[in-house]
T-cell receptor
Framework: DADVTQTPRNRITKTGKRIMLECSQTKGHDRMYWYRQDPGLGLRLIYYSFDVKDINKGEISDGYSVSRQAQAKFSLSLESAIPNQTALYFC????????????????FGSGTRLTVV | TQLLEQSPQFLSIQEGENLTVYCNSSSVFSSLQWYRQEPGEGPVLLVTVVTGGEVKKLKRLTFQFGDARKDSSLHITAAQPGDTGLYLCAGVKMDSSYKLIFGSGTRLLVRP
């Protein structure tokens, strides 16, 4: 099984619908993140959580909400989807201690491709 | 505006050629990471550089962190088709948040 699992992998939804993207991890990491990837813009941080009781907005949180149900689970919701939320969404985790690389390396899921029509 | 600027945005080269990708910022980072992303997958960590002036090698890939910790470069020697992918640099800000800020990426195509 993958260290970070995202469901669904692909989703097409209509404007105005509520949709939830789910993420679960087996890394045992406290820190979890949701990023959005658009062509030419790299990855932009939507929300992040450093533990179960900690939720923080990233740089583009408007129109999104999150829930940290457990250490291993972090879900992202679009309350009323709009077409410009069409993108590739990634969940990631990181340790709160420096790894052997010397930094706080992130482990990413395989992504959810969301299309809002 | 991007906090981290990568150049070039796209690079198409012949197998065997050398190339360098740049990641620049006006901000100082406590560390900088390089990731490679393949279609349909999430980014995968290649290396983290932490100390100003640090150089790390990963087979044919050489990573350098600028002395002032504001920029980094990735040099690939004798590129191979398997090196094809999207290369992303990402910096950890100097505040205590440990959040990664990503560059816009360099899409590399190595033709056989």
């Amino acid at each position: 099984d993958a260290d970070v699992t995202q469901t669904p992998r692909n989703r097409i939804t209509k404007t105005g619908k509520r949709i939830m993207l789910e993420c679960s991890q087996t890394k045992g990491h406290d820190r979890m993140y949701w990023y959005r990837q658009d062509p030419g813009l790299g990855l932009r941080l939507i929300y992040y959580s450093f533990d179960v009781k900690d939720i923080n907005k990233g740089e583009i949180s408007d129109g999104y909400s999150v829930s940290r149900q457990a250490q291993a689970k972090f879900s992202l919701s679009l309350e009323s989807a709009i077409p410009n939320q069409t993108a590739l969404y990634f969940c990631a985790t990181s340790s709160n201690t420096r790894g052997r690389h010397g930094g706080y390396g992130y482990t990413f899921g395989s992504g959810t491709r969301l299309t809002v029509v | 505006t991007q906090l981290l600027e990568q150049s070039p945005q796209f690079l198409s080269i012949q197998e065997g050629e050398n190339l360098t990708v740049y990641c620049n910022s006006s901000s100082v980072f406590s560390s900088l990471q390089w990731y490679r992303q393949e279609p349909g997958e999430g980014p995968v960590l290649l290396v983290t550089v932490v100390t100003g002036g640090e150089v790390k090698k990963l087979k044919r890939l050489t990573f350098q962190f600028g002395d002032a910790r504001k920029d980094s470069s990735l040099h690939i020697t004798a590129a191979q088709p398997g090196d094809t992918g999207l290369y992303l640099c990402a910096g950890v800000k100097m505040d205590s948040s440990y959040k990664l800020i990503f560059g816009s990426g360099t899409r590399l195509l190595v033709r056989p």
